[in-house]
């Protein structure tokens, strides 16, 4: 589902409140921003960053890791095919050269009140589905009440402060929110994907299906090989293809994911031309096995694009429903094992850089001793979080890169001792139960196996055994949507706007909830007072004050050990393609703007 938050940009103001809501005055417009002026005016013709005349056509090849058993991404179960977002338009669309600007896609105008108690979507006469049939308020309400009600435990936390929709004109939703909840929502309900209500009126919405479900977007589904690949067509009818927030995108004619099981299986077959386009985020197989002739004769084009989107936190994840990860001191010894400098020297070839905040390469992240606005956060929770949040700026345990980790060491065994876990002939022992210090690193990509094999042996140099177990993509859904692991690696992605997802991410109510990313299992009321922060932050400067908040408690709470980011996309691919002559600063743009040029297609295919 495609995600982004925003506060209201005034583009004109008419009318009152009806409907027995207090009077108040109405602001009526086309788009939303965060802050600052909405860039596209009512009349745009397509966003900066697309050719409008851009050929349509071709087949465009992708390749997707492991399998999928399921064309339903709204719900807990199964592994969803990659692309299945395609079918489904929201209300809005984002544009990806503001930061938090949206559109209306199949809202033509949005309304709500300055206290942004509820808003109202105007839905556009020409939004239709795939069968033909007109997108209605009916459809909206039937999306919010049956996502709330049977989806994905995400949509329950994440639409909380919603109290109901209702329509209230021909071709109107309005939503109502709770009292003095959170300003972003008009926003973040704009982000629904809309479903037919007719079409699940003879589907179960909450079982796993392969049949392809009905849509109203660009693409349709036409053709469904389980676990193997799956096929997408654009809809020449697609009723929104002349919006302005269309035009120039979505060229590809045809669009096909094919699977594989082995990651190395998968480098090799698109060096060998079984698909087209690669983003790249292994280090040293970006600087190794991109080469050879078709590298040379300029068939592949290798670069590196700027990535400019905050890249939030990836890190192994301590899951502290655990016993013996429940002390914040064992948590941190164990971080000191991680030799990050050792492995980015090693393994990746210099190209990484620490992450140090949970929002990373982004203003919201903290920095430093926290600033007067954070410390007003901060101090009425002094007594219930660690001093260092106040006196230190946080840093992972650093080495100097030689593999030469003995001060590490004994800080880390000394934190363990304190927590009550000693030596015994080599192996890290419970001083009261005598059980030995033993976990499992559970993995899904055979490419963070590397990573994790020397934190292992480092940390069998301090008596714990930890076993790395590498499953297949199902299984792994599976265990971490229940919990069932002891040590993970993960992304957690962020925006420039942090909002609702915030709840998911970190609140004691999702550490109790299956398939919430709160993985850790963190369960703190300071952070959910924090949260509620960001969330009810009434201007953009009380939002980054209550982020760097947020992020030094969860720093200094040791729940993960934080892994490492690049600031560029990485990627190859075959040299039939264009694409306009400017990017969005905020995405890589290649699956909805580029495009592919028949005589470059030809020479590939003649080579």
């Given at each position: ?183 972003e929502l008009p926003m973040i309900m704009g982000q629904l994907p809309v479903l037919s209500k ?410």
């Amino acid at each position: 589902m495609k995600r982004i938050f925003f506060l209201i940009s005034l583009v004109f103001l008419v009318g009152t409140a009806l409907n027995g809501f207090s009077q108040q005055k109405v602001i009526v417009s086309h788009a939303f921003s965060l802050h600052g002026d909405v860039k596209y005016g009512p009349g745009f013709k397509n966003f900066d960053y697309v050719n409008p005349y851009a050929l349509k056509g071709g087949t465009v090849r992708l390749a997707a890791t492991g399998t999928y058993d399921s064309l339903n991404p709204f719900i807990l179960k199964g592994v969803t095919a990659g692309g299945v977002g395609f079918l489904f338009d929201t209300l809005t669309e984002q544009s990806y050269d503001e930061p938090f600007t949206e559109y209306g896609l199949i809202a033509e105008k949005i309304e709500m009140p300055e206290d942004r108690s509820w808003v109202t979507f105007v839905l556009r006469s020409e939004a239709k589905w795939h069968d033909g049939t007109p997108v209605t308020p009916e459809d909206v309400i039937f999306t919010f009440e049956v996502l709330v009600s049977k989806g994905h435990p995400f949509y329950r936390a994440y639409y909380n402060d919603v109290l109901r929709a209702e329509k209230v004109g021909k071709r109107s939703v309005r939503f109502v929110f709770k009292e003095g909840s959170n300003p972003e929502l008009p926003m973040i309900m704009g982000q629904l994907p809309v479903l037919s209500k007719n079409y699940y009126k003879d589907h179960p919405f909450e079982k796993t299906t392969l049949e392809p479900p009905m849509g109203s977007g660009p693409y349709r589904i036409t053709d469904v090989k389980p676990g193997r690949s799956i096929t997408y067509q654009l809809d020449p009818d697609y009723w929104g293809k002349d919006l302005p927030v269309n035009r120039g995108r979505y060229n590809f004619g045809t669009i096909r994911y094919e699977y594989y099981r082995d990651e190395t299986v998968i480098v090799e077959a698109f060096k060998a031309g079984e698909y087209d386009f690669r983003s790249e985020n292994t280090a040293k197989v970006w600087a190794t096995a991109y080469k050879g002739p078709a590298f040379d004769e300029g068939l592949i084009i290798k670069e590196e694009l700027p990535d400019e989107n905050p890249t939030g936190m990836q890190a192994f994840v301590f899951n502290i429903r655990r016993d013996f990860f429940k002390d914040r001191r064992v948590r941190w010894a164990l971080a000191n094992m991680f030799d990050f400098e050792w492995t980015n020297k090693t393994l990746f070839y210099g190209a990484y850089t620490r992450i140090k905040s949970y929002f990373s390469n982004s203003e919201l992240a903290s920095s430093g001793l926290p600033a007067p606005g954070e410390l007003k956060l901060l101090n009425p929770y002094r007594s219930r979080i660690p001093e260092e949040v106040f006196i230190r700026e946080y840093s992972p345990p650093a080495t100097d890169g030689s593999g030469n980790i003995r001060a590490q060491i004994r800080t880390a065994l000394r934190l363990l001792n304190e927590a009550g876990w000693v030596l015994k002939g080599g192996v890290l022992t419970d001083k009261k139960t005598g059980r030995p210090f033993e976990f499992e690193i559970l993995l899904v990509s055979p490419g963070m196996e590397r990573v994790a094999i020397p934190f292992k042996k480092n940390l069998e140099r301090i008596g714990i055994k930890a076993a790395i177990r590498v499953v297949d993509s199902s299984q792994y859904v599976n265990r971490v949507d229940s919990y069932d692991f002891d040590m993970t690696s993960v992304r957690w992605g962020q925006s420039l706007s942090p909002g609702n997802e915030q709840r998911d991410f970190w609140s004691s109510e999702a550490a109790d909830r299956p398939g919430t990313r709160n993985l850790a299992g963190i369960k703190n009321p300071v952070v959910d007072g924090l949260i509620d922060k960001i969330i009810t932050a009434p201007d953009r400067k009380s939002l980054v004050d209550a982020c760097r908040a947020l992020d030094r408690v969860l720093l200094w709470g040791h729940y993960v050990i934080p892994h490492y980011y690049v600031q560029t996309f990485r990627i190859a691919y075959w040299n039939k393609f264009e694409r306009p002559d400017l990017k969005p600063k905020y995405a890589l743009g290649f699956i909805d703007t580029w495009w592919i040029d028949p005589e470059k297609e030809k020479k590939i295919k003649s080579r």
